[in-house]
C-alpha cells in the first residue's frame, strides 16, 4: 500500500516535471545550433551547404579550425565583409567555436559542379596551376596544401570543392590586393601574390568544375607535408 | 629569548601592514577595473586586435575622425607620468594635465559626475595594467573643427562641471542608479537629441536622438513611447542589461556593444540601482496618435504586401501574432522598439539582422538574418509597415525611400 502510494507520488512528480520541461521547451526556440545559426543560412544555406548566390562560400565540412579562424577574422575586423563583422562583432571565442564545429560536423551533398563558361585552353592551364604549379614563378600547386583530393586538412586548411568560379576568384584577387589577410606567416598571400589576373581566372574555373569525390572529408592533420610554413596550420 | 620574540613580532607586525596594504591596494585596482567597465572605457579605447587600452581606435565623427588615446601606463606613449590629481583633472574637468582642451567625444560631460574617490580608483587600475608603447595617432579634422578653440564655445553652451549630487528626496539606491547613469555610465551621450553643434541641452537629457554617423536611433529614456521603461518589470530591466535579452526584447546595434563590453559585468545591486532610476524617469505620458507621412491608399497597400511578406520570412520565429518566443526570438506585438515615432531600428533590424551580444547571461545568444539581400525596398517598407501597425501595434507605415537610404547605413 504505502510503495503503491510512494509510486503515484513519484509518478506525479514525474509527470509534473515533465509538464514543466514541455511547457517550457514549447515557448522557446530549440535549444539546437541550427536554431542558434539561422541568421547565417540566407546567404550559407541550411546546414551551411551553400545557396545559389554564387559570391557566398558553402561551409559544411570545412575544418573546424579554418572555419573558426575566419569567424575570429570576421570578428575583429581583419577580414572585411560588413555584413559579417557586424554579425559578430559581440560573440565570445567559445561561441563562434561552438559555430565552427557545427558547420564542420554537417556534411550535406556538395553541389553538382558548374558549367564553366571559359575555353578549354583556360581549364587546362587552371588545371595544370592547381595540381602542379609553376616552380619557374613560385608557384606551388593547391594540391600541395589543399590535398590532393582539394579537401584539405585538419584543422586549419580548407577544402576547396563546392565553391564557385566568382567566389573563388574574388577570395584570391582579395589575397592579391592584400584586403584579406592571416596570421603570419601569410602563406595565401605569398601564393596570390605571385597569380596572374588570368592565373586567377582559370585556376578559379577549373577547381568550380571539379566533381565531388567519394570522401569529400578533410584529411588527419600531418597526413602530408606543406611546402611551406603557414601561420594558419601550426606544426 | 623576549627580544629575539619581539623582534619576531615586529617583523611579523611589518609584514601584516605590508599585506594589509598590498590587499587595499588590490581591493582599490579591483574597483577601478569594475568602475571602468561601468565607464565602458575599452570601447573607445582598445583598437580591434589592439591591446588593452593601448587606443588608437578610429571614432568617425560630422567633423571628421578622432583617434583615440593610449591609457596604458607607459611614460612615454600613455599615461605613466600623469598623477591621480592630472586624471581626475581630465575626468571632472575635460582638461590635460598642460590645461589643454580635451575634444567633449570624450565623455566628460557625463564623467564630471564620477567622485574623486571612484576616480581615484580607476586611476590605479589603470596604472596596474601593462604599458603599450604605443604613440597617439593625430586627429584628422576637417577646418575649423580642428582649432581646438572651438571647443571652449562648446563648453559654455554645453558643459557643466560638477560631482554627482544626490536627491536627498530619492532612495539610496536611485541616486546610485542615477549616479552610473549619468555618470560613468554616459547612457546621455546616446540617449539625449545632439544638435548641429554637437551638443546636448539639459532640458533635453535622454529625450533620444538618432546617433550621428552610426545611424542608429537612440530611443528616449523618459517616454515610454519609446525605450522608458515605465511599464516593464524590474525584472526585465535587469535582464535585458545585465544579459542583454529579456521578456519585453533584446539590444541590438549600438546597445550590444555597452551591454557586452560594460553593463553585463555590474553586480546585481548596482543593476537593480539603475533599473529603479530609469524606471523612475520614465514620464506617464499618454502616446500620440500615430502619424504618418504615407497617403492611406498606399499605407493599406503596403500593409497587405507586409503580412505577406512577414507570414513567409519572420512568422516562423515571431509567430504570426508577433508574439515571439521572448527571450531568444523576441515578440514584435507591443514592443516599443517596433512602435517608435523613428522607424530606422526596426527598418535597420529587418536589412541587418543581428546578433544580440554574447554575455555570462546568455553565452549562445540566437541571432535574426539580414535581409538586405532577399527584400526589395518596397518589401521592407512593407513587412515594416505591418509589424509596426499589425495587433494593436501603435506605429505609422513607413515609405520604401525610407527603407532604401538605410541600405547604406555604416555596419560597424
Not at chain 1, 595544370?128 to 586538412?153: K, W
Not at chain 2, 526589395?376 to 501595434?393: K, L, P, Q
Request: overall charge neutral; charged content about 15%.
Amino acid at each position: 500500500m504505502f510503495a503503491r502510494a510512494a509510486a503515484s507520488a513519484a509518478l506525479v512528480v514525474t509527470l509534473a516535471a515533465f509538464d514543466g520541461v514541455a511547457a517550457q521547451t514549447a515557448n522557446q526556440p530549440p535549444d539546437t545550433m541550427a536554431a542558434r545559426v539561422e541568421a547565417c543560412t540566407p546567404c550559407h544555406g541550411n546546414k551551411g551547404e551553400g545557396t545559389n548566390d554564387v559570391y557566398f562560400p558553402r561551409l559544411a565540412g570545412k575544418p573546424a579550425g579554418y572555419l573558426y579562424n575566419q569567424l575570429l577574422a570576421f570578428r575583429s575586423g581583419r577580414r572585411k565583409y560588413p555584413p559579417m563583422n557586424y554579425l559578430l562583432e559581440f560573440l565570445p571565442d567559445p561561441y563562434l567555436e561552438a559555430m565552427a564545429e557545427y558547420f564542420a560536423s554537417e556534411h550535406p551533398p556538395l553541389p553538382q559542379p558548374a558549367q564553366t563558361e571559359v575555353s578549354k585552353d583556360v581549364l587546362a592551364q587552371g588545371e595544370l596551376l592547381a595540381t602542379s604549379g609553376d616552380a619557374n614563378r613560385n608557384i606551388p600547386a593547391c594540391v600541395s596544401c589543399h590535398g590532393p583530393g582539394l579537401t584539405g586538412m585538419q584543422p586549419g586548411i580548407p577544402g576547396l570543392l563546392g565553391l564557385r568560379a566568382p567566389y573563388i576568384s574574388a577570395q584570391l584577387g582579395a589575397w592579391r590586393y592584400g584586403t584579406r589577410t592571416a596570421k603570419s606567416p601569410d602563406c595565401m598571400q605569398l601564393v596570390a601574390g605571385h597569380l596572374t589576373e588570368a592565373d586567377v581566372t582559370a585556376v578559379a574555373a577549373w577547381l568550380a568544375t571539379r566533381p565531388a569525390p567519394d570522401n569529400p572529408a578533410p584529411v588527419a592533420k600531418g597526413t602530408y607535408a606543406l611546402p611551406f610554413g603557414c601561420g594558419s596550420q601550426p606544426n | 629569548m623576549g627580544s629575539k620574540l619581539s623582534i619576531a613580532l615586529l617583523a611579523l607586525a611589518a609584514l601584516t601592514t605590508v599585506a594589509h596594504a598590498q590587499d587595499k591596494n588590490s581591493d582599490v585596482i579591483a574597483r577601478g577595473e569594475y568602475l571602468a567597465r561601468a565607464g565602458d572605457c575599452t570601447a573607445c579605447h582598445t583598437a580591434p586586435e589592439g591591446r588593452l587600452f593601448a587606443g588608437g581606435r578610429a571614432m568617425p565623427t560630422p567633423f571628421g575622425t578622432l583617434y583615440t588615446s593610449n591609457i596604458t601606463p607607459d611614460p612615454e606613449a600613455g599615461i605613466g607620468k600623469w598623477t591621480a590629481d592630472d586624471f581626475y583633472r581630465t575626468m571632472h574637468s575635460g582638461r590635460f594635465p598642460d590645461g589643454g582642451l580635451i575634444y567633449p567625444a570624450m565623455p566628460f560631460a557625463s564623467y564630471t559626475k564620477v567622485t574623486r574617490a571612484d576616480s581615484d580608483a580607476i586611476f590605479a587600475y589603470l596604472r596596474s595594467i601593462p604599458p603599450v608603447n604605443q604613440k597617439n595617432r593625430p586627429h584628422e579634422l576637417r577646418f575649423p573643427y580642428d582649432n581646438r578653440q572651438l571647443i571652449l564655445g562648446w563648453r559654455t553652451l554645453f558643459f557643466s562641471e560638477g560631482e554627482f549630487k544626490p536627491d536627498p528626496t530619492k532612495s539610496a539606491e536611485w541616486n546610485r542608479g542615477a549616479y552610473l547613469v549619468e555618470g560613468l555610465g554616459h547612457c546621455g551621450m546616446c540617449h539625449s537629441p545632439i544638435n548641429a553643434l554637437g551638443g546636448t541641452s539639459q532640458s533635453d537629457a535622454f529625450k533620444g536622438g538618432l546617433i550621428p554617423m552610426q545611424n542608429w536611433y537612440a530611443p528616449s529614456l523618459t517616454s515610454n513611447r519609446e525605450a522608458g521603461l515605465g511599464d516593464w518589470s524590474m525584472k526585465d530591466i535587469t535582464d535585458y542589461l545585465q544579459t542583454g535579452v529579456s521578456k519585453r526584447g533584446a539590444v541590438y546595434g549600438p546597445m550590444a556593444e555597452v551591454v557586452h563590453n560594460s553593463l553585463q559585468y555590474l553586480n546585481d545591486e548596482d543593476t537593480k540601482a539603475m533599473a529603479v532610476y530609469l524606471k523612475g524617469i520614465a514620464e506617464g505620458s499618454t502616446p500620440p496618435p500615430a502619424s504618418s507621412i504615407l497617403p492611406n491608399t498606399e499605407s493599406s497597400l503596403l500593409v497587405s504586401l507586409g503580412k505577406t511578406v512577414y507570414d513567409k520570412n519572420c512568422a516562423s520565429c515571431h509567430g504570426t501574432q508577433g508574439e515571439g518566443k521572448a527571450p531568444h526570438w523576441p515578440p514584435l506585438a507591443n514592443n516599443q522598439s517596433i512602435e517608435m515615432q523613428s522607424a530606422v531600428n526596426p527598418i535597420r533590424m529587418v536589412l541587418n539582422g543581428g546578433y544580440p551580444p554574447g554575455t555570462k547571461g546568455n553565452p549562445m545568444p540566437y541571432g535574426m538574418p539580414p535581409f538586405a539581400g532577399l527584400l526589395s525596398d518596397n518589401e521592407v517598407a512593407a513587412v515594416v509597415s505591418y509589424i509596426r501597425t499589425a495587433w494593436g501595434n501603435r506605429g505609422s507605415p513607413v515609405s520604401a525611400r525610407e527603407a532604401n537610404e538605410l541600405r547604406s547605413a555604416p555596419l560597424n
